[in-house]
Each structure stands twice: as structure tokens, then as C-alpha cells.
């Protein structure tokens, strides 16, 4: 059973930068791709960015392109995305997820809200 958890929001000024961590628990994770998702209150959930399994592989929403950098350390069964010059439009609940063989795995998320 694979549990991932989300940390590292919070509330940051314009032009800050935060760092979220997606722990993943199960033996899957060195093998899964994995994604970032957000959410803003009143709007759907869309996809941020993207990691291969090896982490060789990246790709981002086009606003977050230049801004955010996703990166994965296997051995710690962690996902990282660093933010960099936030802007108040990035403020969402931030949600990981792993896509194994069988299904796809979603945290819970991790608040990040930027004060212009």
C-alpha cells in the first residue's frame, strides 16, 4: 500500500520561495513516475509538473516553467518541488501523487499561500 504525505507549505511573500516534500511510503516509488498537482479555492485541480522514475525526465505547466524545479532522491523515497519567485496566482493546496502499475496515489496535500 503506497501513502504518500505532502510538507513544507506555508505562507510566503511575493517573490519567496518555498520547498514542498512528498514522502512516499511502499517499495514502488524508485520505479513510479510522479507529479505535482494544485488546486486554488473555486478552480479544478491541474497538473504542475512531472518526473520520470529515474528523474532524468521533467515537465512543467507552462506558468511555473523557469519558476519551480521538481527533483526526486530515490533513495529517500522523497519528491521534492522547490518554488521559487512566487507570485500570489501560485497560491493552492499542492497534492503529489505516484502512478504505479496498478493505480495512481494522491497525498493529501500541503497548503502554500503567497501575500502579494
Known amino acids: 500500500q503506497v501513502q504518500l504525505v505532502e510538507s513544507g507549505g506555508g505562507l510566503v511573500q511575493a517573490g519567496g520561495s518555498l520547498r514542498l516534500s512528498c514522502a512516499a511510503s511502499?517499495?514502488?516509488?524508485?520505479?513510479?513516475?510522479m507529479d505535482w498537482f494544485r488546486q486554488a479555492p473555486g478552480k479544478e485541480r491541474e497538473f504542475v509538473a512531472t518526473?520520470?522514475?529515474?528523474?532524468?525526465?521533467?515537465y512543467y505547466t507552462d506558468s511555473v516553467k523557469g519558476r519551480f524545479t521538481i527533483s526526486r532522491d530515490n533513495a529517500k523515497n522523497t519528491m521534492y518541488l522547490q518554488m521559487n519567485s512566487l507570485k500570489p496566482e501560485d497560491t493552492a493546496v499542492y497534492f503529489c501523487?505516484?502512478?504505479?502499475?496498478?493505480?495512481?496515489?494522491w497525498g493529501k496535500g500541503t497548503q502554500v499561500t503567497v501575500a502579494s
Open positions: 511502499g517499495l514502488t516509488f524508485s520505479s513510479s513516475p
Open positions: 501523487t505516484e502512478r504505479t502499475d496498478s493505480k495512481d496515489y
Open positions: 518526473i520520470s522514475w529515474s528523474g532524468g525526465v521533467t
